[in-house]
């Protein structure tokens, strides 16, 4: 599975940006999806992810402010950014898995697909 990740760019403190994940052809129901970053010097955190398509979980750091969503479709995952701060400044990668259980669900080392990974900069 070959992730496209998109949607980066450069944004105020306080803006919005919305990325998106599109899988080719259809991504079963079943994959977890979600999405990682990581900031220049630091390790690759979980951001958030749709479990099997049921629920979605988010790091304390950013609940509240973004939002993670599949399209009817099931093949495209949506982070939808609100309320950015300068330290959510990294490159965001999209991950997926057919396998994962809940507990490894933040783990990054636990997904087998990855996008390329999208720049997200927020500066005044």
């Known amino acids: 599975v070959q992730l496209q990740a998109s949607g980066g760019g450069l944004v105020q403190p306080g803006g919005s940006l919305r990325l998106s994940c599109t899988a080719p052809?259809?991504?079963?129901?079943?994959?977890?999806m979600g999405w990682f970053r990581q900031a220049p010097g630091k390790e690759r955190e979980f951001v958030g992810t749709?479990?099997?398509?049921?629920?979605?979980y988010y790091a304390d750091s950013v609940k509240g402010r973004f939002t993670i969503f599949r399209d009817g479709a099931k093949n495209t995952l949506h982070l939808q950014m609100n309320n950015l701060k300068p330290e959510d400044t990294a490159v965001y990668y999209c991950?997926?898995?057919?396998?994962?259980?809940?507990?490894?669900?933040?783990?990054?080392?636990?997904?087998?697909?990855w996008g390329q990974g999208t720049q997200v900069t927020v500066s005044s």
């Open positions: 991950a997926a898995d057919s396998r994962l259980i809940l507990s490894s669900i933040s783990n990054h080392a636990n997904y087998d697909y």
């Open positions: 052809g259809r991504t079963p129901s079943s994959f977890t």
């Open positions: 749709s479990f099997r398509g049921t629920r979605i």
